[in-house]
């Protein structure tokens, strides 16, 4: 209904610039052909120029409306929002799935967006639920990453842990290990949690 609603406010804006235009395009007769075809070139730069601003902001409320749906079936954080799968799958495969939904797997930046993951968690799946986190030591093994490429800050992890060498270079919050790191192989299969940045 709204996307409707947003194409409609589209078409209105669409024909109130044209008509603005057409009230406020100068009177005076060009003096040449070539002063025509540089007004008509200029004017059509600025009519793609204000279609091009209209379709950005209609961008950006569908993926606002978007956010607020997942925010609604998850659950909000300060400035993130948390979203459960409950179905188990390869981390490769649970990392293509938060993506395609417009987010990363969850990545706690600190002692307290982990409390908050593993609290959810708990609520979601139950209080022995394993899930992938959206860090991996694939690239150099013992020097774990995020889904940017950065090195992690914040770590959690259940010591020894990560001791899993290059057998296990994923990372999973352990709720019978009360939220606690273990490293695992990337091959098994887990539920997930997909994060998503919200203002």
């Given at each position: ?67 607020q749906t997942v925010c609604l079936r998850g659950t909000k954080i300060p400035g993130k929002c948390f ?114 940045n919200i203002v």
């Amino acid at each position: 209904m709204r996307l409707r609603d947003g194409c409609l406010l589209l078409g209105v804006l669409l024909l109130l610039t044209h008509n603005s235009y057409q009230q406020n395009a100068p009177k005076k007769k060009p003096n040449t052909k070539k002063d025509s075809d540089t007004q008509a070139s200029a004017a059509l730069e600025d009519l793609q120029q204000q279609i091009d601003d209209i379709v950005k902001e209609l961008n950006l409320l569908k993926e606002q409306q978007a956010l607020q749906t997942v925010c609604l079936r998850g659950t909000k954080i300060p400035g993130k929002c948390f979203l459960v799968d409950t179905v188990k799958k390869r981390y490769h495969t649970a990392n293509e799935d938060c993506i395609a939904k417009g987010g990363i797997l969850s990545t706690p930046l600190s002692s307290d967006e982990n409390t908050q993951l593993y609290d959810y968690v708990r609520q979601s799946i139950g209080p022995d639920a394993e899930i992938w986190l959206g860090i991996n030591d694939m690239q150099t093994e013992g020097v774990w990453k995020d889904q940017t490429g950065s090195n992690i800050r914040y770590k959690n992890w259940k010591l020894p842990q990560p001791n899993g060498g290059s057998a296990k270079n994923c990372a999973i919050l352990s709720g019978a290990s009360g939220g606690k790191w273990l490293d695992d192989s990337c091959r098994e299969e887990r539920a997930s949690v997909c994060e998503f940045n919200i203002v």
